[in-house]
Nanobody, 123 residues
Framework: QLQASGGGLVQVGGSLRLSCAAS????????MGWFRQAPGKEREFVAG????????EYAYSVKGRFTISRDNAGKMVYLHMNSLKAEDTAVYYC??????????????????WGQGTLVTVSS
């Protein structure tokens, strides 16, 4: 299972760190990703990280502001979000891709999903 946390209300320009805790099956060999879904919009890729942490991918809209990282020993994946904008408001989900060694950006590629954590950026 994946448990996302760390969401909340923050002002424009602020920062948040989202956490994703893995339990049960091991995710150490999985690509991990963060996605988000705003009201009325489709779920979109935000960031992803390879199993060993060496490779990361980011959506263009968050590049330079967000950083994904993972701690395999602690079974955690993080999303550090800086310089938040109102358009970053969404429910954020962490997810695991068992089948790929590289980061994929489509939600359909991911097998396991956390329950989501809401991030609200107020202007």
């Amino acid at each position: 299972q994946l448990q996302a946390s760390g969401g909340g209300l923050v002002q424009v320009g602020g920062s948040l760190r989202l956490s994703c805790a893995a339990s049960g099956r091991t995710f150490i060999n999985d690509v991990m990703g963060w996605f988000r879904q705003a009201p009325g919009k489709e779920r979109e890729f935000v960031a992803g990280i390879s199993a060993n942490g060496a490779n990361t991918e980011y959506a263009y809209s968050v590049k330079g502001r967000f950083t994904i990282s993972r701690d395999n020993a602690g079974k955690m994946v993080y999303l550090h979000m800086n310089s938040l904008k109102a358009e970053d408001t969404a429910v954020y989900y962490c997810a695991a891709d068992r089948l790929s060694y590289r980061v994929r950006t489509t939600p359909q590629s991911y097998d396991f999903w956390g329950q989501g954590t809401l991030v609200t950026v107020s202007s």
